[in-house]
């Protein structure tokens, strides 16, 4: 039963790192741990600590949440062009999930929101 479990977060851990564009040499050296032991992870061979898993969560950009139930987790690595989205759409959204310091995203996020405010009003 344990093990399931373990398994089952290792899938998850694998499932986002694979939808970030990420190998397990970059993720595992974002958090501080050698590449094998982020597939003894994902393999489901260890258990992981609630703090190694929020750092791997911060490190994709993911909630804990997603780990514990729910069906969030399904939606955020499904394609997003399934949905319609437009060739720059998705590299828009690509590049900004690979930006890692989260004052920068906000900074970007508030910049295009004015630039949108700004078309509106013309």
Known sequence: MVRDWTKSIGETIRKYRLAAHMSQMALAEKIG??????????????????????QICESLNIPLSVFFGGREAEKIAEDVSQYG????????LDLFRRIENRDIRRGLLLEMKGIVKELKKK
């Open 33 to 54: 741990i050698s590449y094998q032991q982020l597939q003894k992870y994902e393999k489901g061979i260890n258990n992981i600590s609630v703090y190694r898993l929020q």
């Open 85 to 92: 989205m437009h060739r720059e759409e998705k590299t828009l």
